[in-house]
């Protein structure tokens, strides 16, 4: 059974810095990629990076890009997200989400499996 689990979210100022971590298993993680996704307050769900597990190639999004790492620790089955220089509109719930495709897309109908999700709050 393919199990995702989020952990690492809270409160935090603005300027600073959280990192997020996706706890994976149930799958080759070779065979997937694994993406970060937000919802914001009234807003649509918004990817904002992934990662494959076949070669390691990430994306970002334009939101993101410069601010945000992803990576991955295979000896944990465990991708991290590290959020720096936080504002408060990167307030939301993150989700990881399981694609099974070594390909980099944050086409959200390849995700079919994703995580309950963590708060990220951003005080100004």
């Known amino acids: 059974e393919v199990q995702l689990l989020e952990s690492g979210g809270g409160l935090v100022q603005a300027g600073g810095s959280l990192r997020l971590s996706c706890a994976h298993s149930?799958?080759?993680?070779?065979?997937?990629?694994i993406g970060w996704f937000r919802r914001a307050p009234g807003k649509g769900r918004e990817g904002l990076s992934c990662?494959?597990?076949?070669?390691?190639?990430?994306y970002y999004a334009d939101s993101v890009k410069g601010r945000f790492t992803i990576s991955s620790d295979s000896a944990n089955n465990t991708v991290y997200l590290q959020m720096n220089n936080l504002e408060p509109g990167d307030t939301a719930v993150y989700y990881c989400?399981?694609?099974?495709?070594?390909?980099?897309?944050?086409?959200?109908?390849?995700?079919?499996?994703w995580g309950q999700g963590t708060q990220v709050t951003v005080s100004s």
């Open positions: 989400a399981a694609a099974n495709t070594i390909l980099t897309t944050m086409f959200e109908a390849w995700y079919d499996h």
């Open positions: 990662i494959s597990g076949s070669d390691g190639e990430t």
């Open positions: 149930g799958f080759s993680f070779e065979d997937y990629t």
